[in-house]
């Protein structure tokens, strides 16, 4: 359609330029015409003077004779020259009347075609002027183009109109107007027509540029931007690798603790450093990506901590970092076993829970207090239900201790042998009740000792059974 249009314009640009050609000729041949018939008036004037009058009383009878008949000759000539100048008046009157006429259809075509072209028409050589009975024939041709081009132009315009339509959706979309920057660029596109925003386009043209600029801007900051999250979220991975292999390292049963001293809370198969530096960058950046895309923002900085780990173990090809936990069992078994599949029960289930509790508490406590401190409290109710065991008691105990961490137990067992294992023991009894203020009294007895008298006199007998 856009070579059509090209055509039709160049073809009456052409036209146009022929009508204006011969416009400039018939108003050439009128003025031309006019001179000639003045330069003929003059020439007659001075040609055909009047003759003197004379005085026809004073002639005889015989000259007043011969007067007459070349009076009468004369005024017949004269007024056969006034009906042939009338004649070629007219004629000459009717020819500049038809090359006016030709000359304003001319520049009526002409000032059509350019209200068509607009003043950015394509120039074209010029032509030879055509003869008077060629006008007719191009003014048709010329007419001919005009409407062809009209008929672009609509063309030209309903797509216009089709495109703009398809814009005005893109812009009155909820999520173009959501972009706060963008609400000025649609409100000025939406309140146009095609051929207003044509007129506006301008001023449009001028709103988008802006638009544009300031989205390249952020654009050129946007790679910064990612680049700074990326480094931040490397730094997060390394603090997790770091916890990890912390747990692995320093997560060791204390040395004097019978059968398990020496052995390893956990153990990991996976080796996260053998992930390579532009694969790693490389999962970070897609991870924002990610993040963007769905609009996501996880909660904690765990969560992240988390997530990536999760892909850096799928880059390895493993679906798990696998993870084996020491298996407590009370003959003194130091099998390690997945964490996810932990296969004891009772008192060891509870003894490996607490293990898991204790190395992730002291890596936490040094997490938050950026160092060795005390790694907190841990109260335990009831627990020697179903640990009672003193193997598992001690591991609990001595894993404790390395660890930093106080453990209180309360109980009401009467196991002299469980109890015997702890350092400090005390018997909580109530004591009463104040009248007044309805506070209960309670009385602290030291049962260290006692403990100690009747582990002493259970040993002399035979081992009841435990759990």
Do not use: W
């Not at 925003?197 to 600029?213: M, Y």
């Amino acid at each position: 359609m856009r070579d059509g249009l090209r055509e039709a314009a160049a073809n009456a640009d052409t036209a146009f330029e022929s009508a204006r050609e011969a416009a400039s000729a018939a108003g050439a041949e009128a003025n031309a015409a006019k001179k000639d018939y003045r330069a003929e008036e003059r020439r007659r004037t001075e040609e055909i003077r009047p003759q003197p009058l004379v005085e026809l009383r004073s002639l005889d009878p015989e000259a007043l004779a011969a007067v007459v008949p070349r009076a009468e000759a004369d005024i017949l000539e004269q007024e056969a020259i006034a009906e042939r100048e009338k004649s070629a008046a007219r004629r000459t009157r009717q020819e500049a009347e038809g090359y006016r006429q030709t000359a304003e259809m001319c520049a009526n075509s002409a000032a059509n075609i350019g209200g068509v072209l607009g003043s950015d028409s394509v120039p074209t050589e010029r032509i030879e002027l055509p003869h008077e009975d060629q006008v007719a024939a191009l003014v048709t041709a010329t007419v001919a183009a005009l409407n062809h081009a009209r008929n672009a132009v609509s063309e030209a315009h309903k797509a216009v109109y089709e495109s703009y339509d398809e814009i005005r959706k893109f812009t009155n979309s909820g999520a173009f107007r959501e972009l706060e920057s963008e609400r000025v660029v649609a409100m000025h596109l939406s309140a146009n027509d095609p051929l207003a925003a044509a007129a506006n386009a301008e001023r449009t043209a001028g709103l988008i540029d802006d638009r544009l600029k300031t989205i390249e801007h952020d654009l050129s900051r946007l790679d910064e931007d990612l680049d700074a999250c990326v480094a931040e979220l490397g730094r997060l991975l390394r603090t997790a690798q770091h916890i990890l292999l912390r747990m692995v390292r320093d997560g060791h049963i204390p040395d004097h603790v019978p059968r398990f001293g020496g052995q390893p809370v956990f153990h990991m198969s996976a080796n996260l450093s053998r992930v390579a530096a532009g694969q790693r960058m490389e999962i970070l950046r897609r991870y924002v990506t990610d993040l963007a895309q769905d609009d996501r923002t996880p909660e904690t900085g765990q969560d992240i901590a988390a997530e990536l780990v999760e892909r850096m173990t799928a880059a390895l090809g493993r679906d798990s970092l696998g993870i084996r936990l020491l298996k407590p069992k009370g003959e003194g078994d130091t099998e390690h076993m997945p964490i996810d599949r932990v296969s004891v029960s009772g008192g060891e289930l509870l003894t490996a829970a607490m293990m898991i509790y204790l190395v992730l508490a002291r890596l936490r406590a040094e997490a938050m207090h950026g160092g060795a401190g005390e790694g907190g409290i841990l109260i335990m109710d009831n627990p020697l239900g179903k640990a009672n065991k003193a193997l598992l008691l001690k591991t609990q105990i001595g894993l404790a201790d390395a660890m930093g961490i106080q453990l209180f137990y309360t109980t009401g067992v009467q196991d002299t042998n469980a109890l015997a294992e702890f350092e400090n023991i005390v018997r909580l009894r109530r004591a009463g009740q104040s009248r007044g203020s309805r506070r209960i009294h309670v009385e602290v007895e030291a049962m260290r000792a006692h403990i100690d008298k009747r582990a002493a006199e259970d040993a002399a007998s035979p081992p009841a059974a435990a759990e």
